[in-house]
């Protein structure tokens, strides 16, 4: 009974003390949780709220809410307004947080000497994910359009303030061969994404694979006139290509930090020609946001 209350007594613990420090505050009748990006004589604070961020500082005791309707400046007044103790110019401010918080950064650093430049978020974000799939390889020659097992990896990052709908990612990827069709292929590729729509719990990107480093191993079966097997060719190697091939996909949240990834990959390419068999490339997967 003793380890069952100690045992209870410490998940109750763990699971409040992530509430505790949270930041919460009451602004014009509105509960909300903040993160606090910046600590000083100039505070700053943000949140997201449906895919929209909302920054907010603090001086002394006053809490502001900084406002941009439709894009007219009007924070830079505000900010202009809590800062008339200092010379510095708002002009060149933008509403995104890194800007942000660099001038309440530079304010604070300008009104107390000894002051320390800190903050709570990263620029880059970065997902990590691995997914598997078929695909029958067009831009091979595969005679009979066969289809093959599909294994991979994907380090993705991103500035979710700066460019919340572009991303960049790295890939590997490795194709299997099969008993029908003797190809495999390893490949290691830089991309780009653009998150064409963009939702809370939900998105639906363009990817473009700009360049690739890949090893291929083909095994080919040389025939003669009446079908016999007369001897098998082995070709193997490295080639680099930027074939800018182009794919479609969807990122389905199913925690605050993780996805059901979805693809329909490389289905067509400016550089590279396919076989003229209609593309089959899926794949599914798990993203994970570290």
Not at 56 to 80: A, H, I, T
Not at 117 to 138: A, D, P, V, Y
Not at 215 to 243: I, L, R
Request: net charge negative.
């Amino acid at each position: 009974m003793q380890k069952a209350r100690i045992f209870f007594t410490g998940l109750f613990f763990c699971l409040t003390l992530p509430l505790a420090a949270q930041n919460v505050y009451i602004i014009n009748n509105d509960t909300l949780q903040l993160k606090r990006e910046v600590k000083g004589p100039l505070s700053l604070f943000w949140t997201e709220d449906d895919l929209e961020y909302r920054y907010f500082v603090q001086k002394e005791k006053r809490m502001v809410e900084l406002l941009n309707p439709d894009g007219n400046g009007r924070f830079r007044e505000q900010l202009s307004e809590l800062t008339t103790d200092a010379k510095i110019n708002t002009r060149d401010v933008k509403f995104v947080l890194y800007s942000l918080r660099h001038f309440t950064n530079t304010y604070n650093a300008i009104v107390q000497e000894d002051y320390v430049k800190n903050e709570s978020t990263k620029n880059i974000l970065q997902r990590i994910s691995i997914f598997t799939g078929l695909s029958n390889n067009i831009y091979t020659d595969n005679p009979e359009n066969i289809l093959a097992p599909v294994l991979g990896l994907e380090y993705e990052f991103y500035d979710p303030n700066l460019a919340p709908r572009h991303s960049a990612f790295l890939q590997l990827r490795h194709n299997f061969e099969q008993d029908e069709y003797q190809y495999s292929a390893t490949h290691l590729s830089v991309n780009y994404r653009f998150k064409a729509l963009y939702f809370k719990n939900f998105d639906l990107h363009v990817d473009a694979r700009l360049a690739t480093l890949y090893y291929s191993s083909e095994t080919t079966a040389v025939k003669n006139d009446a079908g016999k097997v007369v001897s098998v060719q082995d070709e193997s190697g490295f080639t680099f290509t930027a074939p800018l091939s182009f794919g479609l996909g969807s990122d389905i949240k199913i925690t605050p930090t993780s996805f059901i990834t979805l693809g329909y990959n490389d289905f067509f390419a400016i550089v590279l020609d396919s076989n003229g068999k209609f593309p089959v490339d899926f794949t599914v997967g798990y993203k994970y946001s570290l």
